[in-house]
């Protein structure tokens, strides 16, 4: 099959961009959207030009580092799949497709396809864990866990942290993913005595790298390869409201740590 | 405790506000819509009646009004406030947009709200100059109730949707309230934290139905007024 | 003879002695050192975290955007643990022989029994950690069995165990970023070691984003950064994995262990095509209720599989292996596969693939039972073949998957570089000549965990060295080194033809063929004639473009390949000289009647530590003896 590709080309962040149009003719409908970005970059060097730069690392959908927005949509227009599970079959021959990077005031672009992601990980940074140290602990059966709400945390914890909701969000809000790590924690026994700190230190975080709000589109879901409800946002929301009225709140709990 | 200005300038602050706002106006919208219901007595004595029922409220109707103005207001600031943080969250935008469909909530209906928004507040505006500041006593729209004289409120709604273009008006805006009310129902439980797995289906399905209902309940209203005034009937 | 550094008393108190008898640095000394952990998998992301939570300065290294990338993410079935909750006959000492057993008595005893100990500690620091394991209705953790063992002893979180694991390790290291304590340096790749006084003191890094070379300094260096399987080109490590880290550190004195014992994983899918560049596992969880088989007759091999009668199925592990059947370890799984296809009777359009069929437990347990616990390994399956597992068997086939073999380390972990710790898969150390399933998420845990905070402890408290920065002679020496060799790729890169990819896939080709599922003596001479040739290639046909001043991905796939080549050679000299065949490492030349490995104890009984001699020049074996003091090795069956 044939396709025409529109690639994003940026040479680094404070430069302008542009689209750069190529053609491929011999691609085949079970190749993967990756795969063929591949070829096309061994043509280019072939031809003495610069490859298109872009992300990927396991290619089976879980490490979440492969991220762009083709023909309008976060990973492509399957659902609940990343770009490198994308596969020509999913597109017409002969169609035209454009290809663009994540975009947000948070993800600035590093070189074509490429952004850079890290306001993500200072979000986890500002809570998203539970602050237990290595050592020995209670026997793992001591606390029991409701299954359902196993199940749920692990729902919430199938986040791959590849920024798809806020790419695909009209607003650029990353409420998604923030949202997906406060839930885990606040339904896990083992969350419980940070709750109150976490979600607020993360939403502060999540404020301070210029995410947008959300306006409850969707948007986020629909586009998540790993299909995380918009539920978890709304219990973000209660669990913020809460630990902002709690009385035993003070603000800057748990956002310095002593270590040693 | 977390200041108060630091929770309702976070992210989910403005939200906070927008939803409780937004569950004063649509509790508001209910309210209206059930008192207007009396407009479908043709006598027209009691919507007069509950018109007067409303005024004899004196200093607390002003308040009410002056309260409900406060909430739009609230309603409008804390959603222009998400509108700007959307654009300084995203300056350069994309080329291509499309919805992945699936879940999402992404219609004409949710993205536009600020559009809708807008437009009923100009609707607002008009309503408000052309009823509660529309012709009274003193112009001799007057009717007898009980005894006393009291403003024919009525006469004055039938003489509105004598004509067409009122009409015409009044059903597209309403139309836009539907949509608004749509996703703004829905979206309050969403924006407060009310939501959860077990009642999210519902939710999302009753706050549908509400606008559709209500909706047509507001534009059930000028047209029954013109059919039945107007002659047709 | 390499000395192990085993510590003494029997097999169940050496590790208690170790700690025992360890050397501490008191808690205010602890802020004066610096250790170095170069990657964020498993091992070096829950080894940082532990050690910055014991007060060290930790400065952490990561090729990714972000920490939470590593290939562990990607495992999937689970982690092991001695914890005996089914009651089914667990205990430590069953472990630890199953993984003895498991790695064909080709590990050091000492080494995994400690594993086999602290893998109790594992499951119970991941739940303190938050991490949503499944359960049962009890609320009690849930169990499942994996290859090699005849008890359940596999803790899960769905088939993304990895994941969850990794992102526990994560979260540890990320709150000691946000205290203060971890330094974390991403986009950075490890190109050199910096010895001083023959000590680890430092290392070189790129900045993948700017092309900056950069000097760091510190009283330790933990490498952690993974396996060597994507020499092959074709495997299902991430497009990223590599060995330059391990490699570079062997070029500077790192003796690296065993480098031929490789694991092929029999449940993969198959390649479809030659413009691949990465294979996809299926979790061996899938082994528990799936059941391999291939036709009987080569004429059926074109039918389609539900038309094919039970009696013309040949399902060749049950048939083989009785005991263990669909559960037999990995190695012998996979070379069972590559024995039917050879004889012909391999299905698909390639014919290099194996059925693994599902009808008889949807048809026992209903379908909604098995979506319930394989469901996001079907869709996945479905979404790359574009076929539905639920109605037609799935093809699979063999692929590289991990890799035994690493830098040769002592029982402390530390490399043949005083003061240089390898980690995880790059370390050589617990699983012998094969790993059982769902044994990497623990060694690399353990690793990380719950040994190198003692062993790095004990070392930098031995002391013996000076303070020294990055202004010391010897970093603007190896940076000289590192710059060189980059100018040279980019020089080269500038007038040859073929690209790294072309001259990657052509090695990864040779060694699949040659030093793949089964060995012999003329196929791996034949593979050191054509690494060579690929080398020489690469060192004056070479094809780049763009420059080393920012993001180039081929420059760095370049640096990869000149490595992988290197150890691509020293695959094939350790294949060769070992001509017994132990777990992954068959040689055709040694197999009993019925086509089982045969193990040569009497001459083989030792890990090869290679020692780099030079670019293109043969390295020299040492040997270390593997001494069995509480099992006596036996021939591995699971008859």
Known sequence: MKVTLRVWRQESKNTQGAFETHALDQVKPEMSFLEMLDVLNEQLIKAGKRAVEFESDCREGICGTCNMVINGQAHGPVRGATTCQLYLRSFQDGETITIEPFRAKAFPVIRDLVVDRTALDRIIMSGGYISVKTGPHADANANLVPKDLADRAMDAAACIGCGACVAACPNASASLFTSAKITQFSLLPQGQPERKSRVINMVNAMDKEMFGSCSNLGECEAACPKKISIQHIAIMKKEYLFAALSADYREGMGSSETAG | MVRLTQLIRSSLGYKYLTGLSGLGLGLFVIAHLLGNLTLFQKEGTAFNAYAEKLQALGPVLILMELGIVAVVVLHIWSTVQVTLSKRAARPIGYEVTQSKGGPSKNTAGSRYMIVSGTILLAFLVLHIIQFRFGPGVAEGYVTQLGGDEVRDLHRLVKEVFADPKWVAIYTAVMIFLGFHLRHGYWSMFQSLGLMNPRWSGPIYFGAKALAVLLSLGFIAIPIYLYMVFGGLI | ?639
């Open chain 3, 1 to 639: 003879m390499m000395n192990s550094g085993i510590p003494e008393g029997p097999l169940s108190q050496k590790w208690d002695n170790y700690k025992s008898n360890m050397k501490l640095v008191n808690p205010a000394n602890k802020r004066k050192y610096t250790v170095i952990v170069v990657g964020t998998g498993l091992a070096g992301g829950a080894g940082a975290a532990s050690l910055a939570e014991l007060g060290y300065n930790v400065k952490s290294f990561c090729i990714h955007d972000s920490a939470r990338r590593a290939h562990s993410i990607a495992a999937q079935g689970g982690i092991n643990s001695s914890k005996n909750y089914p009651n089914d006959g667990d205990s430590v000492w069953r472990l630890f022989y199953d993984t003895l057993k498991g790695g064909d008595y080709r590990a050091r005893e000492a080494n995994v029994y400690r594993l086999a100990q602290v893998s109790a500690n594992i499951i119970d620091q991941c739940v303190a950690q938050g991490i949503p394991f499944a359960r049962e209705y009890s609320g009690e953790l849930a169990n499942r069995s994996f290859g090699g063992a005849q008890v359940s002893r596999t803790f899960y979180a769905r088939g993304q165990t990895g994941q969850q694991l990794l992102l526990g390790a994560y979260s540890a290291l990320m709150r000691q970023v946000n205290a203060g304590k971890v330094e974390l340096f991403n986009y950075r790749e490890m190109l050199d070691v910096v010895n001083i006084d023959g000590r680890a003191r430092g290392i070189i890094t790129r900045n993948l984003l700017t092309g900056a070379i950069e000097r760091h300094a510190a009283d330790a260096v933990i490498l952690a950064t993974g396996g060597y399987g994507r020499v092959y080109f074709l495997s299902t490590n991430a497009m990223n994995s590599n060995v330059t880290a391990a490699w570079r550190a062997h070029k500077r004195g790192a003796y690296f262990g065993n480098p031929s014992y490789v694991q092929i994983h029999p449940t993969c899918i198959p390649v479809s095509g030659d413009y691949q560049a990465k294979l996809t596992l299926m979790s061996e969880s899938l082994r528990n209720d799936g059941r391999v088989w291939v036709p009987k007759n080569k004429a059926d091999c074109k039918k389609n599989p539900s038309e094919i009668p039970d009696q013309d199925r040949d399902y060749y592990l049950e048939r083989r292996y009785p005991s263990f059947g669909n559960l037999a370890p990995r190695d012998i799984a996979s070379r069972a596969a590559k024995v039917v296809c050879d004889e012909g009777r391999g299905v698909g359009l390639t014919g290099r693939a194996v059925y693994l069929d599902f009808r008889d437990v949807i048809k026992r347990d209903g379908e909604a039972m098995v979506r319930e616990k394989y469901g996001n390994l079907f869709d996945m399956y479905h979404e790359i073949t574009g076929e539905n597992p639920y109605h037609n068997p799935m093809r699979i086939y063999p692929a590289v998957h991990y890799t035994m073999g690493g830098l040769w380390v002592d029982y402390s972990l530390q490399t043949t570089i005083p003061g240089l710790f390898a980690a995880g898969e790059a370390n050589f150390s617990d699983h012998g000549a094969n790993r059982l399933g769902a044994s990497a998420l623990m060694q690399g845990l353990s690793d990380g965990y719950f040994v190198l905070p003692y062993t790095v402890t004990n070392y930098l408290a031995t002391g013996g060295f000076m303070k020294v920065d990055t202004s010391h002679a010897a970093f603007a020496d190896v940076e000289r080194d590192v710059k060189n060799g980059i100018q040279n790729l980019l020089s080269v890169g500038a007038r040859g033809k073929r690209t790294p990819t072309e001259i990657f896939r052509d090695l990864g080709n040779v060694i699949w063929d040659k030093v793949g599922m089964a060995r012999d003596d003329a196929g791996l001479k034949e593979a050191l004639l054509q690494i060579k040739k690929l080398r020489e290639d690469f060192d004056t046909n070479l094809k780049l473009t763009g420059d080393g001043d920012g993001l180039n991905k081929n420059l760095e796939m370049a640096g990869r390949v000149s490595d992988f080549l290197e150890l691509g050679e020293l695959m094939a000299q350790d294949a060769l000289h070992r001509t017994e065949s132990c777990g992954g490492h068959f040689r055709t030349e040694s197999q009993t009647s019925d086509g089982e490995a045969l193990r040569n104890d009497n001459e083989f009984s030792y890990v090869a530590a290679w020692e780099y001699k030079g670019r293109g020049e043969r390295a020299t074996l040492h040997k270390e003896a593997l001494v069995f003091e509480s099992v006596k090795p036996s021939v591995r069956s699971y008859k």
